[in-house]
């Protein structure tokens, strides 16, 4: 059991990290090398570890991946991002417009594909403008990390949430749909206020450098029109369909990948296989750690204390602070095997789902969206500190929990 234990810390303390300290091995790694230690110590058989991975989410996390996928070779994403760069309106006017885009591609697409097709379009569009990035980049990633808290497919936390809870599209919708609209003039608020005399870059900023001749990917109105035809059907599909979900987004998937003009190779190296191998051996870790009765124990000690994760406001707080530490996926799947529904699996949905989305925002490493944003900004130039994204991220994931629990009390 103290084998167990120990390499179950290990591999959160990497979670929270970002990297396994003293060695160069990241989130994934640490999931990996985890799960392979649970096997190798005898904490847990291979024919466990393939049961403890939920194929179910596996499978419809890289379906929707492929699906959003499709957005970015189609060149759906770069007509987008132009049209937003050609607008004659002012800098507040053009950070609200990125925020409602970014809050909507997310709630509709995987939030991770989403932030990383539009970064390196955003840096360009702000530079070409004389704008200052940071402000733009910080709103679009807050946007894509709560309007993703607003649906099922929005986040793969969400997915795991659904898929652990058995929720539907609509009662998760109905929901976490209204606080994730909410946020989103929240967060241009309280950038607009934190920016309003930093929204242009200096001549001190004049050595960061111009793309406005990068290369563009042409919109391809068909292939376009063709997702997104195939994102109404795996919508209304997740409403009115009985078909497992996995099912249905693998085979949107299946569709979009067999075509004549775009190779499935320019498709599949978009979809995230970092992440996924992080959630297999995440489910490999925590299954061996579960098998030690630890976690039980320490829930029916926090039972008797009081605290009740089937509470959707203390499981909220709980997720919030969880998600701050190791990241909303960890934090999420930790939870997800602890739960016990009794008729409120929506309530309790919403609070893993917003609890996880609005608390990401606090800290860079709290999602993937916001690691993904500072890093590719870094490769063109735009320095994002730790402290830099803290000082507004940290205002808008306080206020935006507070009105989320606001919304938990009412519901509940």
């Known amino acids: 059991m103290e084998i167990t234990i120990l390499v179950f810390l290990v591999v959160y303390i990497a979670m929270g990290f970002g990297k396994l300290p003293g060695f160069k091995v990241d989130r994934t790694g640490a999931a990996v090398i985890g799960a392979l230690a649970m096997m ?21 996390l890289f379906g929707l991946m492929v699906v959003s996928a499709s957005f ?27 925020i409602a885009v970014g809050g909507l591609l997310s709630a509709l697409l995987t939030n991770d594909v989403v932030v990383v097709a539009m970064t390196p379009l955003l840096v360009s569009i702000t530079l070409s403008r004389g704008l200052n990035p940071i402000p733009f980049l910080l709103g679009f990633c ?9 649906s099922l497919i929005g986040s793969p936390q969400n997915m795991i949430a659904a898929q652990g809870l058995d929720l539907s599209f609509v009662g998760l919708l109905q929901v976490s749909a209204l606080p994730a609209l909410v946020s989103l003039p929240i967060i241009w608020a309280v950038l607009s206020i934190i920016y309003r005399k930093r929204w242009y870059l200096s001549s001190a900023d004049s050595a960061l450098p111009s793309l406005n001749n990068q290369e563009k990917t042409p919109l391809n109105l068909w292939e376009t029109s063709k997702a997104g035809i195939i994102t109404a059907i795996v919508i209304v599909a997740f409403v009115v369909s009985d078909i497992p979900r996995e099912l249905i987004a693998l085979t949107a998937a299946g569709f979009l990948l067999l075509n004549r003009s775009i190779a499935s190779s320019d498709m599949l190296k978009l979809v995230d296989g970092n992440l996924l191998l992080l959630i297999m051996g995440l489910f490999v870790v925590n299954a061996a750690f579960s098998a030690t009765g630890l976690p039980q124990s320490l829930l029916n000690d926090l039972h008797h ?26 934090a999420v799947m930790l939870l997800v095997p602890f739960l016990a529904p009794d008729g409120n699996a929506e309530a309790l949905g919403a609070a893993l789902v917003l609890g996880s989305g609005f608390s990401s925002n606090l800290f860079v490493f709290g999602s993937l969206a916001g690691i993904i944003v500072v890093e590719q900004a870094a490769v063109y130039g735009v320095k994002i500190s730790f402290m830099e994204f803290a000082k507004s991220g940290g205002i808008v994931a306080v206020i935006c929990m507070a009105m989320a629990a606001g919304w938990i009390i009412f519901t509940g």
């Not at 007509?79 to 309106?89: D, E, I, S």
């Not at 807050?142 to 607003?150: D, P, S």
């Not at 909220?316 to 960890?330: A, M």
């Open 72 to 98: 970015v070779v189609s060149g759906f994403y770069d007509w987008t991002a132009h049209r937003v760069a050609n607008l004659k309106v002012s800098a507040p006017i053009l950070l609200a417009v990125l």
């Open 40 to 60: 190798a110590a005898g904490s847990i058989t291979a024919q466990q570890s393939w049961a403890a991975i939920d194929y179910r989410t596996i499978g419809m």
């Open 305 to 330: 204390a009081g605290v009740d994760l089937n509470n959707p406001l203390i499981l909220f707080f709980t997720t919030g602070v969880l998600s701050s530490i190791v990241g909303n996926n960890p």
């Open 142 to 150: 807050f946007a894509a990390n709560n309007g993703a808290a607003g």
